[in-house]
């Protein structure tokens, strides 16, 4: 038996779960804002609440409608009186995903009904294993607070429960309800949370919920100390939970000098830090400790931007975070940490009157930043001295980068294959050990900051200060895509004048891949490498785009296009028998040794996501026609080319 994936998978119907939303987040320039939707008519509030359940049953169940008819309509149910609870809970029988979401999140609890009629059908749907309609159910089932104190002991039994899944567990979605039940009767609760604490799957759960049940969860606080203790140089999600929670709970005497001396374990820097900006104030005694582990060398440039933060928000006026809060904003190192740090000090009056001789140092250096500048001079301000930035200052202007790394943008512009940190090294002529790289996939996304030490020391001037690729992707049968930003030191720039020279040459290697389609630039500031023949390589980009602004900029960006059959090509998948005896098995064998034999391993539904690849398994004595996303299932998550198992869990 013998399955080849030749294209990608169907997306799962109904709702379409998107994970790695950090990936967006590290592209904002290329991710954009979905348009508001138009408002709803005021003619639904004119219908019956039976022909607007109507219109959300015929709406939602459209493939080609647009859904907003449907939102419309619940939304116009959830001011109706309770009435109308009967209605809904007959539309979330009908099992469909859609109408799920919109009436369990907005119209089932509302502030014109209370839905406490619906409990009784809610819990009954949470007693059997049905992840997406938990996943909102929960939440229901705690807005509607006082009336549903009474599912306190169901909700702890629930929050006993250890199956895994790629959305939160049944049992963190129970601990999140109590913890905001806890309000109506706060010592069961508080105690069920406090022996989780020590649970295996949902300690962190636990502790996430006694930290926001607040003051009727400081009993708890001897308890988190314990486990702190046991955890300490331990870095995973109880702990940084824990961590959040004993700083938020505990008193502050007692708890800053735990966390600072926590603060030397690398493992636990962020979550301690975070937790003493929580603590704020009354963490005065960290800031000698925080400014040290600031200054280590080895520290990422995450970590440093989250002591900058709790920096100021222990006290931005303490003469000790004065010069870290001026170093922030003036040594450009990072976009966020030095406006936050410019703008901090321009919102401290009074600033001490000899803190003025620093600030006229440093603001010429911001000459060509407006924004930057203008929180400083406000800064000066608010030292109360007359003393004036100096007017005729040189004003920095950028260099335009040398011929050597023009050429080296243009060849990774121009390559055929996809690029790697280790060609963006090369082909720019950087020193690798500049710059901080962690471990990372092949053609997986991958960033590469320069190293702050390095960029600290303006004697060694490094050209390129951040690399940011792209994993390859590839959804839906959409063509695959790989973005890369460089982003140059501040000190220098690039414009369309610096490819001059390479525009004016004929191609000089009749034998390359790509060749580009004009002798300049485009009215969207990009030029366009592509093939001149169609290859039937779908592992070679097709098209690569190299966009330079016409002013001179820091940032070029390089976009490659691939066939959709991309992954395919370069690790072509085959569920067969040597799969599953050499990796299938043993892996299920190790984390549900006494499922090997429930599930059905000839018959997967196999879903393509271009490096990796996802398979589900129904029970074996599950009819077909019952196989759908509200069974059993039990999912596998493969690394396309390694063949490696990522991921086992039960759904």
Excluded at 17 to 30: D, I
Excluded at 348 to 370: G, Q
Excluded at 409 to 429: E, F, M, R, S, Y
Aim: charged residues 25%; neutral net charge; glycine residues 4%.
């Amino acid at each position: 038996m013998i399955t080849r994936i030749v294209a990608p998978a169907i997306r799962f119907a109904g709702i379409c779960l998107v994970f790695g939303a950090g990936s967006l987040a590290a592209f904002p320039s290329w991710a954009t804002m979905p348009a508001m939707p138009p408002p709803c008519a005021t003619s639904f509030d004119s219908m019956s609440t039976a022909n607007l359940a109507d219109r959300v049953r015929a709406d939602a169940t459209n493939a080609h409608s647009d859904h907003r008819p449907a939102e419309c309509a619940n939304m116009s149910l959830s001011r109706r009186g309770e009435e109308v609870v009967p209605i809904l809970i007959e539309l979330l029988e009908r099992h469909n995903r859609f109408i799920e979401f919109l009436v369990l999140q907005h119209s089932l609890c509302s502030s014109s009904h209370s839905g406490a009629t619906a409990i009784p059908y809610l819990l009954e749907r949470l007693s059997h294993h049905d992840p997406l309609f938990a996943m909102y159910a929960y939440d229901t089932l705690a807005c509607m607070g006082k009336e549903a104190v009474p599912t306190i002991p169901f909700l702890m039994r629930k929050s006993l429960q250890s199956v895994s899944g790629p959305v939160e567990t049944d049992g963190d979605l129970a601990i999140n309800a109590l913890g905001r039940l806890a309000t109506y009767d706060p010592q069961p609760v508080v105690s069920h949370l406090t022996r989780l604490l020590d649970h295996p799957v949902h300690g962190a759960a636990a502790a996430r919920a006694l930290e926001e049940i607040g003051d009727a969860a400081k009993v708890s606080v001897s308890a988190l100390k314990k486990k702190l203790e046991a955890a300490a140089g331990r870095h995973d999600d109880t702990t940084d939970a824990v961590i959040s929670a004993y700083a938020h709970l505990g008193r502050p005497n007692a708890t800053v000098p735990i966390l600072i001396s926590l603060l030397d374990s690398p493992r636990n820097t962020q979550a301690v830090v975070r937790a003493l900006q929580k603590i704020g104030k009354s963490a005065t005694k960290a800031i000698p400790a925080l400014i040290a582990r600031r200054n280590d060398p080895q520290l990422g440039n995450r970590e440093r931007d989250d002591i900058v933060f709790a920096l100021a928000a222990i006290n931005a006026r303490s003469p000790l975070v004065l010069p870290v809060l001026l170093e922030e904003a003036t040594n450009g190192r990072n976009y966020l940490a030095t406006s936050f740090a410019a703008q901090t000090l321009a919102n401290v009056d009074p600033l001490p009157s000899d803190f003025a001789s620093e600030l006229i140092a440093r603001i010429p250096t911001l000459a060509r930043n407006d924004s930057l500048r203008s929180a400083l001079e406000q800064a000066l301000e608010h030292t109360h001295t007359r003393l004036k930035p100096t007017a005729d200052f040189e004003p920095l202007v950028p260099k335009h980068i040398e011929d050597l790394l023009v050429r080296g943008l243009w060849a990774l512009a121009k390559q055929p294959n996809a690029i790697t940190l280790d060609d963006v090294i090369a082909d720019l002529h950087l020193d690798a050990a500049n710059y901080e790289i962690g471990a990372v996939r092949p053609l997986s996304a991958a960033s590469m900051p320069v190293r702050w030490a390095v960029e600290r020391n303006k004697e060694n001037i490094v050209k390129v200060s951040f690399v940011q690729l792209s994993g390859i992707f590839s959804f839906f049968g959409e063509p695959a895509s790989q973005e890369v930003a460089i982003t140059l030191d501040y000190r220098f720039c690039v414009s369309q004048d610096s490819f001059n020279t390479l525009l004016g040459q004929q191609e000089l290697d009749p034998n390359s891949v790509l060749h580009r389609r004009a002798d300049n630039f485009g009215s969207d500031g990009s030029i366009v490498f592509a093939q001149r023949d169609e290859r039937r390589d779908a592992r070679i980009a097709q098209k690569s785009r190299l966009v330079v602004s016409r002013e001179c900029v820091r940032t070029v960006s390089i976009r490659k296009e691939f066939d959709a059959k991309f992954w395919n090509e370069l690790c072509p998948f085959n569920y067969d028998n040597a799969l599953i005896e050499e990796r299938i098995v043993p892996a299920i064998r190790h984390d549900f040794a006494a499922k090997l034999k429930t599930y059905d391993l000839n018959a997967p539904v196999i879903g393509d996501y271009g490096a990796g690849v996802e398979l589900r398994y129904w029970p074996a004595r599950l009819p077909r026609s019952r196989r759908n996303d509200s069974a059993p299932q039990l999912v596998l998550n493969i690394d396309r080319c390694s063949r490696e198992i990522t991921r086992v869990f039960e759904y």
